[in-house]
């Protein structure tokens, strides 16, 4: 079983509805989870971060996290074709382990 | 106000060689993180340097190794290189925690190929 799991798409939405990636973890001491967004032939990008049970809002992006579950979301609000790119899940053990471990990313492609 | 810079951009090798790898991670950042990216997979931690030590390891044979120097800037080493080291090798620079996280920032990479 993989550490971090997110599906692997692709996953197509037309323009200005919500996009929604999902990703969930093995570990239960993972303490803080990231989204990093990823276009083609460059490098990852961190849009989200969130630490705490519930829903983090910033912009049209919404990070959710359900500890119990083990599970993490974000939602894409009025979805933009800036918006088709990979979106990588990410999670931390610990503060003070920065290792970051990567889910395999989810293709998202926003259709105008 | 650079970001983390990354070089050769592109490079292609043939199995049994070595290649360095060779970043400078962003002004004021102190630890310089490395990943291998596969294609079509996530980004795999391969180590991490802070004050010129290997401060974490990844699940990566001893045929990589690293370094970093005095102004921070790093290398990542790969020797007998094998067919499945084909990918693209991201560095990525931060602010040591010391038990808070300080975010990632992440070059454009350099895409190794194998032949």
């Known amino acids: 079983q993989k550490e971090v799991e997110q599906n692997s798409g692709p996953l197509s939405v037309p323009e200005g509805a919500i996009a929604s990636l999902n990703c969930t973890y093995s570990?239960?001491?993972?303490?803080?989870f990231f989204w990093y967004r990823q276009y083609s032939g460059k490098s990852p990008e961190l849009i989200m971060s969130?630490?705490?049970?519930g829903d983090k809002e910033d912009g049209r992006f919404t990070a959710q996290l359900n500890k119990a579950s083990q599970y993490v979301s974000l939602l894409i609000r009025d979805s933009q074709p800036s918006d088709s790119a990979t979106y990588l899940c990410a999670a931390i053990s610990n503060f003070g382990n920065e290792k970051l471990t990567f889910g395999t990313g989810t293709r998202l492609t926003i259709i105008p | 106000d650079a970001g983390v810079t990354q070089s050769p951009t592109h490079l292609i090798k043939t199995r049994g060689q070595q290649v360095t790898l060779r970043c400078s991670p962003k002004s004021g950042h102190d630890t310089v993180s490395w990943y291998q990216q596969a294609l079509g997979q996530g980004p795999q931690f391969i180590f991490q340097y802070y004050e010129e030590e290997e401060r974490q390891r990844g699940n990566f044979p001893d045929r990589f190794s690293g370094h970093q120097f005095p102004n921070y800037s790093s290398e990542l080493n790969v020797n007998a290189l094998l067919l499945g080291d084909s990918a693209l090798y991201l560095c990525a620079s931060s602010l040591a925690g010391w038990g808070v996280w300080q975010p990632q920032h992440f070059g454009d990479g350099t895409r190794l190929s194998i032949l």
């Open positions: 969130i630490y705490s049970n």
């Open positions: 570990d239960r001491g993972s303490q803080s």
